[in-house]
Nanobody
Framework: QVQVVESGGGLVQAGGSLRLSCTVS????????MGWFRQAPGKDREGIAC????????YYADSVKGRFTIARDNAKSTLYLQMNSLKPEDTGMYYC????????????????????WGQGTQVTVSS
């Protein structure tokens, strides 16, 4: 059974930083691309970053480009999201998930290309 567990969320002031982690078990982590998503209250879940199997290719939503960095450690079966220069509009529940398509590209930010979701970690950015 696949388990996906996010951690690292919290309350931070605007301009601050947080680092999220996502540990995955029950599958060969190094064989799957991965993604980070967020959902604000009353809004749809949106893809914000995704990363290839090797970690050499990453795509970002325009809203986080230049501020967030996705990374992975296949030896530790862990995905990371470094978030800098946080803004109040970054507030939401953050999720990671396992990419389930053969092809990987910019379209891999779409949530419907993923299965095996975690429960999420809350990020709140105060102004």
């Amino acid at each position: 059974q696949v388990q996906v567990v996010e951690s690292g969320g919290g309350l931070v002031q605007a301009g601050g930083s947080l680092r999220l982690s996502c540990t995955v078990s029950g599958l060969t982590f190094g064989s799957y691309a991965m993604g980070w998503f967020r959902q604000a209250p009353g809004k749809d879940r949106e893809g914000i970053a995704c990363i290839s199997v090797s970690g050499g290719i990453a795509y970002y939503a325009d809203s986080v480009k230049g501020r967030f960095t996705i990374a992975r450690d296949n030896a530790k079966s862990t995905l990371y999201l470094q978030m800098n220069s946080l803004k109040p509009e970054d507030t939401g529940m953050y999720y990671c998930a396992v990419h389930q398509r053969i092809s990987f590209g910019m379209s891999s930010l779409a949530p419907n290309k993923y299965d095996d979701w975690g429960q999420g970690t809350q990020v709140t950015v105060s102004s």
